[in-house]
C-alpha cells in the first residue's frame, strides 16, 4: 500500500495533465464508487493504470483528483490550495530555508481523513518537493522512503 501511496504522489507531484477518458477501461465498481461519493462532479476524465485509477474533475468550481484501487476503495483526493493555507510554522520555515526558490504548486493530499501538503519549488533548473504535516514540520519528499 506504501509503494501504491507513493505512486499515486508522485502522478500528484509531477502535475501530470488530463486525458481523454475511455469508458471500457474503468470497471463498473470504481465508477460506482466515484459517482457515489462525487455526485455533481462535471468535466471528469480518467486514466486507469495497473495499480489505480485516477479520476480528474471540477467540482464546486475547484479541480480535484481522486484516487481509487480496483476494488472501488478510494485511496485518496488531492486539490490544489493556495500556499498561505499551509500551517503558519511550515510557511515561516519555508520561507526562510528557501528563500531562494519560488514556490510552483502546493498539493493538499487526503488519505482517508489524513491530510499531508506538499509543495513543489523551484530555482533555475533546480526543482525540490516539500512534504508538509498537519502540524508545520517540513521535510524534501523522497519517493520510497519508509
Same mark, same amino acid.
Given at each position: 500500500?506504501?509503494?501504491?501511496?507513493?505512486?499515486?504522489?508522485?502522478?500528484?507531484?509531477? =502535475?501530470?495533465?488530463?486525458? /481523454?477518458?475511455?469508458?471500457?477501461?474503468?470497471? &463498473?465498481?470504481?465508477? !460506482?464508487?466515484? %459517482? #457515489?461519493?462525487?455526485?455533481?462532479?462535471?468535466?471528469?476524465?480518467?486514466?486507469?493504470?495497473?495499480?489505480?485509477?485516477?479520476?480528474?474533475?471540477?467540482?464546486?468550481?475547484?479541480?480535484?483528483?481522486?484516487?481509487?484501487?480496483?476494488?472501488?476503495?478510494?485511496?485518496?483526493?488531492?486539490?490544489?490550495?493556495?500556499?498561505? =493555507?499551509?500551517?503558519?510554522? /511550515?510557511?515561516?520555515?519555508?520561507?526562510?530555508? &528557501?528563500?531562494?526558490? !519560488?514556490?510552483? %504548486? #502546493?498539493?493538499?493530499?487526503?488519505?482517508?481523513?489524513?491530510?499531508?501538503?506538499?509543495?513543489?519549488?523551484?530555482?533555475?533548473?533546480?526543482?525540490?518537493?516539500?512534504?508538509?504535516?498537519?502540524?508545520?514540520?517540513?521535510?524534501?519528499?523522497?519517493?520510497?522512503?519508509?
Amino acid at each position: 500500500m506504501k509503494k501504491l501511496l507513493l505512486a499515486v504522489l508522485i502522478a500528484v507531484a509531477a =502535475g501530470t495533465s488530463a486525458f /481523454a477518458a475511455d469508458a471500457s477501461k474503468v470497471s &463498473y465498481k470504481v465508477k !460506482t464508487s466515484f %459517482e #457515489t461519493q462525487f455526485y455533481g462532479a462535471k468535466d471528469v476524465s480518467w486514466n486507469v493504470t495497473p495499480n489505480y485509477t485516477r479520476f480528474v474533475f471540477t467540482l464546486a468550481d475547484e479541480k480535484i483528483e481522486a484516487f481509487y484501487n480496483s476494488d472501488g476503495e478510494q485511496i485518496g483526493v488531492s486539490r490544489k490550495i493556495e500556499f498561505k =493555507g499551509l500551517p503558519l510554522a /511550515a510557511i515561516q520555515k519555508i520561507q526562510k530555508n &528557501y528563500a531562494d526558490y !519560488t514556490v510552483k %504548486e #502546493t498539493i493538499e493530499f487526503d488519505q482517508n481523513g489524513d491530510k499531508h501538503y506538499y509543495v513543489s519549488l523551484e530555482n533555475g533548473n533546480q526543482k525540490k518537493v516539500l512534504e508538509v504535516s498537519l502540524y508545520g514540520n517540513v521535510s524534501v519528499f523522497q519517493p520510497g522512503r519508509k
